[in-house]
Nanobody, 123 residues
Framework: QVQLVESGGGLVQAGGSLRLSCAASGRTFSTYSMGWFRQAPGNEREFVATISWNGGSTNYADSVKGRFTISRDNAKNTVYLQMNSLKPEDTAVYYC????????????????WGQGTQVTVSS
């Protein structure tokens, strides 16, 4: 098990940037694939980005490709989501998640979740 705590959310104008962080507890962080997901009011939780255990492989939802970048620092037990050119439709609660094994886009494939951080993009 790994505990996850997100930070870095907030209110930003359209076109702006935010950097989310997700700090993980435990000494086995480097063995987990990590993902970012988001959930807007009334919507299901959806995939945003994922990164492999060593950072060598990343994957993005089409809606964020070219604007968001996922990265990780295993020495700091932290995964990041750099979000640029933000749009109002990016408004959601953003969650990080961890799973053993290969990266996945599936919400149900992740065993460990953070509490989420709110991102609000104003037009």
């Amino acid at each position: 098990q790994v505990q996850l705590v997100e930070s870095g959310g907030g209110l930003v104008q359209a076109g702006g940037s935010l950097r989310l962080s997700c700090a993980a507890s435990g000494r086995t962080f480097s063995t987990y694939s990590m993902g970012w997901f988001r959930q807007a009011p009334g919507n299901e939780r959806e995939f945003v980005a994922t990164i492999s255990w060593n950072g060598g492989s990343t994957n993005y939802a089409d809606s964020v490709k070219g604007r968001f970048t996922i990265s990780r620092d295993n020495a700091k037990n932290t995964v990041y989501l750099q979000m640029n050119s933000l749009k109002p439709e990016d408004t959601a609660v953003y969650y990080c998640a961890a799973r053993r094994g290969i990266s996945s886009r599936g919400v149900g494939d992740y065993e460990n979740w953070g509490q989420g951080t709110q991102v609000t993009v104003s037009s």
